[in-house]
T-cell receptor, first 114, second 114 residues
Framework: EADIYQTPRYLVIGTGKKITLECSQT?????MYWYQQDPGMELHLIHY???????EKGDLSSESTVSRIRTEHFPLTLESARPSHTSQYLC?????????????FGNGTRLTVT | DQQVKQNSPSLSVQEGRISILNCDYT??????FLWYKKYPAEGPTFLIS?????DKNEDGRFTVFLNKSAKHLSLHIVPSQPGDSAVYFC?????????????FGQGTRLTINP
């Protein structure tokens, strides 16, 4: 029932490279989110969007950027990857603005920057 | 300042017995609470939620209890099954502010032993 897709699942890349993590959902949700999670730690919100052409930064500062040109697509870009960017990145969507609608998560991208 | 805490990093329970996962929060503005379950190499999946107007919510084998005065909630799984082995995340937010204000705990790894 995975309706939110992230690619790639795993990515190992060298320092200084530009990368884009893809996230697409087929549920027609307006709200989309990017979380970052290190092993054994909580999920931290780094970006969110309420709809097309809407993007906001989350509570955790991130050097990444996002765009929302289409409802179903919410890619995350790192212009110059660094080892400190090594983490798991989780994309999510929800149907409503209010907290009453649970998040639907993708399976994540595990990024390693060497 | 960690607003949502899961003080037990891991928990081991025998199959068929009750699993109790605990979560404490500090922010009195939180009035909506969720539990997510995460298998390795997958994204979190929504399990059960509760709003502050209730002190208990039940869904099959899963029950969440909320003690507002103690700022504590717990997830009970009974009877525990091997497929319940996963990491469980507690999350909380002010309901009206939506998922962008959702704060996650660090997770508890539950292992169900046959």
């Amino acid at each position: 029932e995975a309706d939110i897709y992230q690619t790639p699942r795993y990515l190992v890349i060298g320092t200084g490279k530009k990368i884009t993590l893809e996230c697409s959902q087929t549920m027609g949700h307006d709200k989309m989110y990017w979380y970052q999670q290190d092993p054994g730690m909580e999920l931290h919100l780094i970006h969110y969007s309420y709809g097309v052409n809407s993007t906001e930064k989350g509570d955790l500062s991130s050097e990444s950027t996002v765009s929302r040109i289409r409802t179903e697509h919410f890619p995350l870009t790192l212009e110059s990857a660094r080892p400190s960017h090594t983490s798991q990145y989780l994309c999510a969507s929800s149907a409503q603005t209010g907290g009453g609608s649970p998040l639907h998560f993708g399976n994540g991208t595990r990024l390693t920057v060497t | 300042d960690q607003q949502v805490k899961q003080n037990s990093p891991s928990l081991s329970v025998q199959e068929g017995r009750i699993s109790i996962l605990n979560c404490d929060y500090t922010n009195s503005m939180f009035d909506y609470f969720l539990w997510y379950k995460k298998y390795p190499a997958e994204g979190p999946t929504f399990l059960i939620s509760i709003s502050s107007i209730k002190d208990k919510n039940e869904d099959g084998r899963f029950t969440v209890f909320l003690n507002k005065s103690a700022k504590h909630l717990s997830l009970h799984i009974v009877p525990s099954q091997p497929g319940d082995s996963a990491v469980y995340f507690c999350a909380a937010s002010p309901l009206i502010q939506g998922a962008q204000k959702l704060v996650f705990g660090q997770g508890t790894r539950l292992t169900i032993n046959p």
